[in-house]
């Protein structure tokens, strides 16, 4: 599982750099370490929800859904918008 995972992963930073050259979007490079922390959250919140709900712990899952993945999608939207905010600036 963790294989494709780390492939759709791969395959979507991919796709994210080709476009991001396509529309000239200049991405700074905190905004991307924001953005691998956001991802490495959200991959560890889903192997503790994966790993807890198999242990039958749904107290546990619901736990780090929201402890870790919240932060998680924050982070996310941060590094999403930083540059959307400069390229519609100067778009």
């Known amino acids: 599982m963790w ?12 796709a994210l750099i080709f476009w991001l050259r396509n529309k000239q979007i200049a991405v700074k490079w905190y905004e991307w370490l ?5 991802l ?12 807890s709900v198999r242990e039958v712990e749904p ?3 619901w736990q780090f859904l929201w402890l870790i993945g919240l932060p998680a999608l ?3 939207g941060l590094a ?11 778009g």
């Open 3 to 14: 294989f494709f995972i780390g492939l759709i992963v791969g395959v979507g930073l991919l």
């Open 34 to 38: 924001v953005g691998i922390f956001g």
């Open 40 to 51: 490495g959250l959200l991959l560890f919140m889903i192997q503790n929800i994966i790993g």
């Open 59 to 61: 107290v546990a899952a």
């Open 74 to 76: 924050i982070l996310l």
């Open 80 to 90: 999403w918008w930083l540059p959307w905010r400069r390229y519609r600036k100067k």
